[in-house]
């Protein structure tokens, strides 16, 4: 015999279609089975006679079950779509939510060049301010110190990388006279300290930093909340009035043209007389700072040095534009100081020097910015700068 058809019967608004037999009606009720035609299909066909073929039966079988589950995906179909509605608010909310945290984010880093909202909190922002009586008063060191600190640094870099300065060296064969004899004292030396360290002839820039400085610094994450990257003196001791690290970047006079590479541009740095260096690493100031670098290369002769652009520094002290601002919690333990490198200065070590200029037909020194100590920095502490330097 057949088996009884299970009844079918349409959700009341607000409920949820349940499987299996259908729930109990109150006392004096019949239980009605909706037409084909309110599911919106064709009707179901005819049951077949006791005794009819087995394939007939079989037939019929796989025409009411299809029809019935194209039914009842019609039927469900108004809470499907409720819940879904539910699902793409839920879903809104959480992306504005997003949305809101990257626009505190980029405003966060936006609004210290936002001059209407600098002048509103200069007063509230004093400890984060440096001020200065003139303009002429902003350094704290000498430019003769500033220049003898980076003469040194970069004489030790070039004669720790002497066996790769033969074309240079070719050219300038009094230059070359002068490097060899510091090259002997050099091995002498060498061969001193190798009877304790045998083995250590070849340093790594930053090991040479250490040896001629007595300090390294670095990068790693910033102890400050959402600051991002930050400089650290990882090794050593940093004396008060040191050149610590420099600025690199493409160096623009007022006139010239930066508003593509300002763009979402967090390491444009501003001096005093208006002069822009842009630090970017990335981007198309990556690719403008290269194009400059490479345009005024004299044969075997590199008027700057490309590789902090990269991870692996020719120049140890080439990183400075990722030291961050101070707060009211850490206080600045350095300044930034411009500084003009004069015509005199070695064209062999300008290959050291992370700055160049943008237009070619320049007659003027190039701009170099500084990082000076104002306090003692020991190892393992973070340098923290001021950005914005009030001439009164």
């Given at each position: 015999?057949w088996a009884q058809e299970p009844c079918v ?26 037409s084909p035609s309110a599911l919106g299909g ?30 009842g995906a019609r039927i469900g179909w108004p ?314």
């Amino acid at each position: 015999m057949w088996a009884q058809e299970p009844c079918v019967s349409t959700p009341k608004a607000g409920s949820s279609a349940r499987s299996g037999c259908c729930a109990p009606l109150p006392a004096g009720r019949a239980r009605t089975t909706p037409s084909p035609s309110a599911l919106g299909g064709s009707p179901l066909p005819a049951r077949p006679q006791l005794g009819a073929a087995p394939a007939a039966r079989s037939q019929w079988q796989l025409r009411t079950q299809t029809r019935r589950r194209v039914s009842g995906a019609r039927i469900g179909w108004p809470v499907c779509a409720g819940a879904a509605a539910q699902g793409g608010g839920a879903r809104g909310r959480v992306e504005a939510a997003a949305m809101l945290r990257e626009l505190r984010r980029r405003w966060g880093s936006y609004k210290y060049r936002f001059v209407p909202w600098l002048a509103l909190n200069l007063r509230r922002q004093r400890r984060t301010l440096r001020y200065v009586p003139e303009s002429s008063q902003d350094k704290i060191i000498a430019d003769e110190d500033v220049f003898e600190t980076l003469l040194k640094t970069f004489k030790a870099l070039f004669i720790n990388d002497f066996s790769r300065q033969a074309d240079i060296l070719t050219l300038l064969p009094e230059v070359k006279c002068q490097y060899q004899e510091l090259l002997t004292v050099e091995q002498k030396q060498s061969k001193v300290d190798s009877c304790t360290h045998p083995g250590q002839h070849v340093f790594s820039p930053e090991e040479v930093l250490f040896n001629t400085l007595g300090f390294t610094v670095g990068r790693d994450q910033s102890s400050l909340v959402s600051a991002g990257t930050g400089v650290f003196v990882t090794k050593g001791f940093v004396p008060k009035g040191t050149v610590v690290s420099m600025y690199p970047g493409t160096v623009y006079r007022k006139h010239e043209p930066i508003f593509f590479q300002s763009l979402g541009n967090p390491f444009i740095f501003r001096c005093i007389d208006g002069v822009l260096i842009d630090g970017n690493d990335k981007g198309l100031s990556r690719s403008v700072y290269r194009s400059c670098s490479r345009r005024d290369q004299l044969g075997p002769f590199q008027m700057s040095d490309e590789s902090w652009l990269t991870a692996t520094l020719q120049n140890p002290l080439a990183v400075g534009q990722y030291v961050n601002n101070c707060s009211h919690e850490k206080a600045a333990n350095v300044c930034y100081q411009e500084f003009d490198v004069p015509g005199h200065f070695p064209v062999e070590l300008k290959q050291y020097l992370p700055n160049i200029v943008y237009s070619h037909d320049v007659e003027s020194h190039l701009r170099c910015v500084v990082l000076v100590s104002l306090r003692d920095i020991k190892q393992g502490e973070e340098l923290f700068s001021n950005y914005y330097t009030v001439v009164r």
